[in-house]
């Protein structure tokens, strides 16, 4: 029924076209749900069928050819059900049917482009490089994929030139932080390919783990790799890569046309390679692997021994990994040790070197060189043009774009992965089921806006552009489904960005193309974010003692359509939309989802039940920062669990919370729900900022006051005490009469010493609510 929909809204788009004797722009019409959109697409008429008995055509000894096929083989046989054979065939470029084809002569001339013609005699992708094949094989598989349907495919006739627009489009992982197993890391290698994505930037070391074997200093991995998770008793956090799984992760990614970037970060997040070598530290003594996420002090000594050491280790990772360019980090490392040291002092001053920012520049330069002996160039994140850039150096910004802006005006080349837009450990929206995370959320839209040229930059300067790149940092992403979560439909927003060309780019044109790759999610197991679709319910009462609300309905897209009910069924296609705030009389359950325009369900159904107790209860939601603004993370109950919940919205730097405008009354007590949260942050010159409050009780309590955090004392419970991290808790007081509608202001005077304070719920209630409740 919904692809008979879908067949026939396009049937009439190219009946029109035809009529009018033209090529339809896809641009600006439906186009096919390609993902990244491609450069050019003009719509043709009738179309091609693909049944089962359909083979795919190559010459013998064109292996390009031969390999795109059988990819493209295999992912229709996974999601579309249809086994197409590949058929090495002389006569494969004279063929109907589908022929893939290396062709020096194919029109388009970009490296990675190739041209993909459907018309009534079949479908035919040829490109001059075998990147262009595998690339024209990905947009042939969308094409036979426009739906959740099984078997045959209609595919509409058309014509694509397609070319990227940068040369790298990137995502990183951080498997140090959170350690992830290869058959994981593979998944998302083809999840890259399929959006045309060539570039996978590796974060294998920090402080928290070094998860590369490097054969010549084996307790890198033995000792470096594993952590002691806080709260936890005795176990053991970590995990490595051995260099037998790094050959096949790498060659894995090239069979996919994806470099390999590693990145073995350096001066600083060095902790757990000085844990396992404490003569490459600065200090001498021997830290532990931490467990601090942040900025912890541990930094590398600029000795030549371990310059050689850091060359040594240079010298496996270019052994395992052919990516030109080689990640040194550079980020974060803030200088205290190298202050404090008398010999870095004493070194610094011997090489004529100014400060601790030019004594950086000239240790990475020192990796630089040492890289471009081999053949190698140095990329390091934008802290690394502090101290003057190292010439041999190309430049990823992440804070913010600046840096970019600054290292291409002196004819660096850039990679854009600027915090916060494209870093995808943010999350995606304020919906309570969101799992862990930033809470700097940055939606769908926000993504796909980006721009990686800045306007400040000359043409001549943005030819210093290599491109864009989505970076997943694992703090709080502690399991394969929230990595895929984080990344998906990101990802093909990010793709967007990269691969399309600026002017071809339409927000609600992509958005059309959604449903189509959320089936192809759904059909290779991927853990896709719905959190643009989602409904998001927030109720009002009309009168304080009577039972009537109004519930507002809203779903970031508000081009979708919002369909609901009341009666406690899910919603369907059939079921009403939504147009208007819904009032009703307490108690009631709504249940809503939205719809593409084809009917297709676009997220998971929210369902609420709204009577006197859940209007007086304030969850995640609700929960501010105090005095008002962002709490900043969303953080598990114990740092390494891997459940969606329960989750907890805190700032580190300060255990407060509001809620604002909050009915009084009638009401006669508070009830609060939390945990106790492991405070395993490097927070470094901010960690005298904590703010810490008297308290009257051993483990400190929650006070409750009313409209500011020194308004009138409303509750004070006392904490339990022996609280250790993972351990939750519910307090609950009395509270005297005050009437009206007040913000309050909930602050913990748990000492800081120990762990934090989380909270998830405040409920308050009365008589009245009680009564309500059946
Ligand atoms: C970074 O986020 N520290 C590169």
């Excluded at 058959?183 to 045309?196: F, N, P, S, Y």
Aim: hydrophobic share 45%; glycine share 8%; proline share 6%.
């Amino acid at each position: 029924m919904r692809c008979a929909k879908r067949g026939l809204k396009a049937t009439m788009a190219l009946a029109l076209a035809s009529l009018l004797g033209l090529a339809v722009d896809a641009h600006a019409t439906a186009a096919p749900s390609i993902i990244p959109l491609p450069a050019q697409v003009s719509l043709g008429q009738g179309g091609y069928a693909i049944s089962a008995a359909a083979v795919i055509h190559v010459a013998p000894g064109d292996r390009a050819a031969s390999e795109a096929a059988r990819y493209l083989a295999d992912l229709l046989a996974r999601t579309r059900g249809l086994s197409l054979p590949v058929i090495e065939d002389a006569a494969a470029t004279t063929r109907g049917g589908i022929v893939i084809r290396s062709d020096a002569s194919a029109s388009v001339t970009q490296a990675e482009g190739y041209v993909l013609d459907v018309d009534a005699q079949g479908m035919r992708i040829t490109a001059r490089d075998a990147a262009g094949l595998f690339y024209g094989a990905i947009s042939a598989w969308q094409l036979m994929t426009p739906d959740a349907a099984k078997g045959a495919v209609s595919v509409p006739s058309l014509h694509i030139a397609d070319w990227p627009r940068f040369a790298w489009r990137g995502l990183m992982l951080d498997s140090a932080r959170h350690f992830q197993q290869p058959a994981e890391i593979k998944q998302l290698l083809d999840a890259m390919a399929q959006h045309k994505l060539n570039v996978f930037h590796w974060h294998l070391t920090d402080d928290q783990g070094w998860r590369l074997e490097i054969r010549r200093y084996p307790k890198l991995t033995q000792v470096g790799a594993w952590r002691r998770p806080p709260g936890d008793g005795d176990s053991k956090y970590g995990g490595y890569y051995t260099q037998a799984e790094v050959k096949d992760i790498v060659a894995y990614a090239a069979a996919r046309h994806i470099t390999v970037v590693p990145e073995i970060d350096m001066p600083g997040h060095a902790q757990a390679a000085v844990a396992a070598y404490p003569d490459i530290g600065v200090t001498g003594e021997q830290p532990p692997v931490s467990i601090n996420w942040g900025v912890n002090p541990y930094l590398f000594n600029v000795d030549e021994h371990t310059i050689d050491f850091l060359h040594n280790v240079l010298d496996e990772v270019m052994e395992l990994f052919p990516s030109t360019f080689i990640h040194v980090g550079g980020d974060e490392a803030i200088k205290d040790q190298w202050k404090a040291s008398a010999a870095v002092q004493a070194r610094m001053r011997a090489l004529g070197i100014k400060d601790e920012n030019a004594l950086q520049s000239w240790f990475i330069e020192r990796m630089g060189q040492y890289l471009a002996q081999h053949g190698r160039r140095l990329i390091g994140w934008d802290e690394i043009l502090e101290g003057g850039v190292p010439p041999s150096a190309s430049v990823m910004s992440w804070r913010g774009t600046q840096g970019a802006i600054d290292a291409a005006k002196l004819g660096h080349d850039v990679v854009l992965s600027p915090a916060p837009t494209l870093y995808f450990d943010n999350l995606q929206s304020h919906l309570d089921d969101e799992p862990s995370g930033r809470l700097g959320v940055q939606t769908l839209a926000s993504v796909y806006a980006f721009e990686a040229v800045s306007p400040k930059l000359s043409a001549a300067q943005a030819k210093h552009v290599l491109g864009a790149q989505a970076n997943i940092w694992t703090e709080y992403l502690t399991a394969p489904w929230q990595i895929q979560h984080a990344a998906f439909p990101r990802l093909d927003a990010l793709a967007e960005a990269a691969w399309t060309p600026a002017n071809a780019r339409h927000y609600d044109n992509f958005i059309a193309r959604l449903p189509a790759q959320f089936a192809r999610y759904r059909g290779m197991g991927i853990d896709y974010a719905d959190s643009a679709f989602a409904v998001d319910m927030r109720a009002q009462r009309l009168n304080e003692t009577a039972d009537k609300v109004r519930v507002t309905l809203a779903a970031q897209e508000s081009s979708v359509t919002i369909r609901y009910t009341t009666d406690g069924t899910m919603p369907v296609a059939s079921s009403p939309a939504y147009h208007e705030p819904i009032e009703a009389t307490l108690p009631v359950t709504i249940s809503a989802t939205t719809f593409a325009a084809d009917g297709t369900p676009l997220a998971r159904v929210s369902t609420q039940r709204f009577d006197a107790r859940t209007l007086a209860s304030y969850g995640d939601r609700a929960l501010e920062g105090c005095p008002k603004g962002d709490l900043g993370l969303r953080v598990p109950l114990l740092p390494d669990a891997t459940s969606p919940a329960p989750v907890y919205n805190v700032d580190v730097m300060n255990s407060c919370w509001r809620v604002a405008k909050v009915p009084l009354d009638d009401v006669s007590s508070i009830d609060i729900d939390g945990a106790w949260l492991a405070r395993n942050y490097g927070l470094a010159h901010d960690a005298s900022k904590v703010v810490a409050r008297a308290s009257h009780t051993a483990a400190g309590e929650l006070e409750v006051h009313l409209d500011t955090c020194d308004g009138p004392l409303a509750a004070s419970m006392p904490l339990p005490a022996k609280g250790v991290p993972g351990s939750t808790y519910h307090v609950a007081a009395s509270v005297a009469a005050h009437g009206g509608t007040h913000d309050l202001c909930i602050f913990s005077t748990a000492p800081i010493q120990g762990p934090m304070t989380g909270l998830s719920r405040v409920s308050l209630s009365s008589p009245a609510s009680l009564r309500a409740t059946p």
